[in-house]
């Protein structure tokens, strides 16, 4: 039972990391971070099928793409780089705890 409540927790902690990074690599390794934890809860709950493809997909497949993404774009140096988030994130944020307040509550 903890072991279910701890990776259901490093889910939503890698999945607000990812929203809330500025640097986009952080963000896409903290996105397959989330989906590796959600392949161990399919592994749990006894459906290896799914869990073997999220973690091909959702971890190696678009980390993949991702990153290769990242790769070939251009980076603008540091003193030009916008400073902190919008205020405009903070909703989504709020909606996410929200949805997984009721969640856990229904759960």
Do not use: C, N, W
């Not at 939503?12 to 590796?36: G, M, N, Y």
């Not at 678009?62 to 909703?91: F, N």
Request: charge should be neutral; charged fraction near 10%.
């Amino acid at each position: 039972m903890i072991l279910h409540v701890v990776i259901h927790a490093a889910i939503v902690i890698f999945a607000l990391l990812a929203v809330l990074l500025t640097d986009l690599l952080r963000s896409a390794i903290s996105l397959a971070l989330a989906s590796v934890a959600l392949s161990i809860i399919f592994f749990q709950l006894g459906v290896p099928y799914a869990a073997v493809f999220e973690l091909s997909v959702g971890a190696g497949l678009v980390m993949v793409l991702l990153v290769s993404a990242i790769g070939m774009t251009r980076r603008t140096p540091p003193e030009q780089e916008e400073k902190g988030k919008s205020p405009v994130v903070i909703i989504p944020i709020l909606a996410l705890i929200a949805v997984a307040g009721i969640d856990i509550a229904a759960f």
